[in-house]
C-alpha cells in the first residue's frame, strides 16, 4: 500500500523500492511475462501479457524498470553467447543487477547512427571513451549496455557495436541532470580510458546497429503504457466532478470539457486494440516489428493529451497541485523524444509499413 500510495502520488521512488516490487514479482514467478520458459519466464500469451500489466497500471503498481527484462535482455537471449546468457540472465530476473541504457549522445539521439563514442580494441578488452546522456537512472545502475563506434569506415551504421559495461569500472563517471520539477531521473555518464573485456562485446563486432534496432522494437512496444493511462483518465473524470469552470459548475457538466475527455477515451480505447495487434504479431514473429512504432506515438500522443488536459482542469489551481499532477505534466513532454522521436517513427512507419 505505501508503494501505491506513492506512485498515485507522483513521488519519485528510491532504488530499493523499485527493487521491493520487483522482487515480490520475481518470488512469485511473474517479473518477466514475455521471457520463454527456458530462461526463467512465464512465456505469457499478448493477452495475457496485456491483461496483466494493465492491471498492474491500474492497480498504482510501480513500473518495472525496462532497461533490464524488456530491452537488453531480449538481446542477450537473441544475440548474445551462452556464456553471457548464464552470466547475466539469472541476476537480470532477480533483480541483483539494474541495467542502463547507453545510446543517446549529445549530438546523436534520434540520428543514432552519427553517436560518437568509440571502443578501440587492445587485445583482450576494448578501451572506451565518450559521453552517454538522458541516461535515466544510471545513479542506480549496476551495469550499462552501449553502443559505442568500433570502425569509421563506410555508412555510419556499420560501425556501431554492442557493449555491456559495469558501472563500477574505473573510468566511468555519473553526472545528474536535475529536471524542472526538481527530480534527479536521467544523467550524464562519463567514458574515460574505461577498459571493458571482450568477452562483453554483443554479438558481432560492427553488428550492434541491428541489435540496436532490436532492441528499440521491444522498448516502442512497451511504450503503449494503456494500464496507467486507463488510471490517469480516472482520476480526470474524478477532477472533472469536484473541480468548477468558470460559470462555477462542474466540469462535468461542461459538454466542451466532456467531449475532450470522452475523445481521450476512445484513443485509449484503439490503442488498447492495436497494443494485443502489435502483441500478437511479436509473438508470432518471434520479434517486435515495425507496428510498434505506431505504439509510440499512439501511447505518447495520449499521455501528453491526458496530462495536459488534467492540467486545464486544475485551472489557476495547477500552480498549487500536487506532484501527481504538475510532474506527470512535466515529465511526460519527454514521452514523444525518447525511445526514437515520434518523427522518426514516422519516417519507421512511411518506409517499412506503407512503403514509401
Given amino acids: ?11 519519485h521512488l528510491t532504488k530499493e523500492e523499485y527493487l521491493r516490487w520487483h522482487r515480490l514479482l520475481f518470488e512469485r ?30 492497480a498504482g503498481a510501480p513500473g518495472i524498470m525496462p532497461f533490464g527484462i524488456r530491452m537488453v535482455a531480449p538481446v542477450i537471449m537473441k544475440f548474445g553467447s551462452a556464456a553471457q546468457q548464464q552470466r547475466f540472465l539469472p541476476r537480470i530476473l532477480s533483480g541483483e543487477d539494474w541495467w542502463c541504457q547507453g545510446y543517446s549522445e549529445p549530438g546523436a539521439g534520434s540520428d543514432l547512427a552519427s553517436l560518437r563514442t568509440r571502443a578501440e580494441r587492445r587485445g583482450g578488452h576494448y578501451l572506451v571513451n565518450g559521453q552517454k546522456t538522458w541516461t535515466t ?39 545528474p541532470i536535475i529536471m524542472l520539477d526538481g527530480g534527479h531521473e536521467v544523467n550524464e555518464v562519463w567514458l574515460e580510458n574505461v577498459e571493458v573485456p ?19 522494437g521491444h522498448e516502442r512496444t512497451g511504450n503503449a503504457g494503456t494500464g496507467f493511462c486507463r488510471r ?12 468548477a469552470g468558470s460559470d462555477g459548475r462542474p466540469l462535468a457538466d461542461d459538454w466542451r470539457f466532456r467531449d475532450r475527455i470522452t475523445r481521450l477515451e476512445i484513443e485509449l480505447m484503439a490503442l488498447e486494440v492495436m497494443n494485443l495487434r502489435v502483441l500478437k504479431l511479436e509473438e508470432e514473429r518471434h520479434a517486435p516489428g515495425p507496428e510498434a512504432s505506431l505504439l509510440k506515438i499512439m501511447g505518447s500522443d495520449l499521455q501528453q493529451a491526458l496530462t ?32 526514437g522521436s515520434n518523427e522518426i517513427q514516422r519516417n519507421i512507419i512511411a518506409r517499412h509499413i506503407l512503403g514509401f
Fill in 1 to 11: 500500500m505505501e508503494l501505491r500510495n506513492k506512485v498515485v502520488a507522483g513521488e
Fill in 29 to 58: 514467478g511473474w517479473i518477466a511475462p514475455s521471457w520463454p520458459r527456458a530462461f526463467g519466464g512465464c512465456e505469457w500469451s499478448a493477452v495475457r501479457q496485456h491483461i496483466f500489466e494493465e492491471e498492474c497500471g491500474l
Fill in 137 to 175: 537512472l544510471a545513479h542506480y545502475a549496476d551495469w550499462i549496455f552501449c553502443l559505442v563506434r568500433t570502425a569509421r569506415e563506410g555508412r555510419p551504421q556499420e560501425g556501431i557495436s554492442f557493449l555491456l559495461i559495469d558501472m563500477r569500472s574505473p573510468g566511468v563517471t555519473v553526472r
Fill in 198 to 216: 571482450v568477452a562483453n562485446l554483443v554479438g558481432e563486432e560492427n553488428k550492434g546497429w541491428t541489435y540496436a534496432k532490436y532492441l528499440l
Fill in 232 to 243: 490517469w483518465l480516472g482520476e480526470l473524470k474524478a477532477l472533472a466532478r469536484l473541480q
Fill in 308 to 339: 495536459e488536459l488534467t492540467m486545464r482542469a486544475l485551472g489557476h489551481d495547477g500552480a498549487r497541485a500536487p506532484q501527481a499532477a504538475t510532474g506527470r505534466y512535466f515529465n511526460f513532454r519527454k514521452a514523444s523524444i525518447y525511445a
